[in-house]
């Protein structure tokens, strides 16, 4: 498993936010269904291909819906940074396989149906196909008798105001930020608290494609909301930039030692950093801006 799919499943696996995805997107809202109820599902699946050998394929997220110790439905949750034009044969291969899965199961019981959404992060529409049919072009007299497989999309960088404030787990932050990069509205935040800190940070690092997030550190129980972890990282670029200047300040007198570009860059104390660096732009050597900074 990759890095990034570690990732997205370490965020959405949370009952509360998947809970919140499936209610907020299929429900308008609506509590329909309750952390409490979901279960974890097997993500994995095989299938025998035209070479006669098993593969194995991995969905994103998947859980049970479970009301009254039966099993109501799988949900299932894909997450796309980019169109996929193949989408429709992918989510069918998945929910086809869950659906096989049910039909072998030595424990009988009835079936349920299984629903997937998939999750666009892009900055621009999706305008890849959305159907086996948008896919798969038929030429002869089959153009109305086969079935067509629609996918769910839903473009979180282009939902409404009234749809993210329907959220109420942290998948609300996360979406706004979305909104705003679209529309190129600079993020300054907002002031709900994360619950789920580190795992957000982790799946904006990767979703949203800056690092930055990766670089912040919070006590365990510390609460944060989004404006906080802005300042955070601004705060975080101007210690950067400082470190940055310092020491191309020093180069220009000669290599700066190993132990001193450590020093500089683990100082994060803005008052000091200030002051080395006035110390940096007026010293004629590594040597006398050592002797003035002890």
Not at 98 to 117: A, D, I, M
């Amino acid at each position: 498993m990759g890095e990034k799919d570690k990732i997205e499943k370490l965020f959405m696996d949370y009952e509360d936010v998947f809970a919140d995805i499936i209610n907020v997107l299929l429900y308008n809202g609506r509590q329909v269904i309750k952390s409490k109820e979901l279960a974890q599902a097997n993500v994995i699946s095989h299938y025998k291909s035209d070479d006669s050998m098993i593969h194995e394929q991995e969905r994103d997220i998947a859980k049970f819906w479970v009301k009254n110790h039966t099993r109501q439905a799988l949900l299932g949750i894909e997450n796309q940074t980019a169109a996929d034009d193949d989408i429709a044969l992918r989510i069918m291969g998945y929910d086809g396989a869950s659906y096989r899965g049910q039909l072998l199961s030595e424990h009988k019981e009835r079936p349920y149906p299984v629903c997937t959404l998939v999750l666009y992060f892009g900055n621009s529409h999706w305008k890849s196909s959305r159907s086996l049919k948008d896919r798969i072009p038929s030429y002869n007299e089959l153009e109305n008798h086969w079935n067509d497989y629609p996918v769910r999309i839903f473009e979180i960088s282009f939902l409404k105001e009234e749809q993210i404030n329907l959220f109420q787990s942290d998948f609300g932050i996360i979406a706004d930020y979305f909104v705003k990069r679209q529309k190129g509205i600079e993020y300054e935040g907002n002031h709900k608290e994360i619950k789920h800190i580190d795992a957000m940070m982790k799946f904006m690092a990767v979703f949203a494609g800056d690092q930055e997030f990766l670089k912040l550190h919070f006590t365990e129980g510390e609460k944060i909301t989004m404006c906080e972890v802005v300042q955070k990282i601004k705060e975080n670029g101007r210690i950067e930039g400082r470190h940055d200047a310092i020491l191309d300040l020093l180069s220009e007198t000669g290599q700066v030692p190993e132990y001193l570009n450590h020093k500089i860059t683990d100082q994060t104390d803005q008052k000091k950093l200030k002051q080395w660096l006035f110390i940096a732009s007026h010293s004629s050597s590594i040597q006398e801006f050592e002797e003035k900074i002890q």
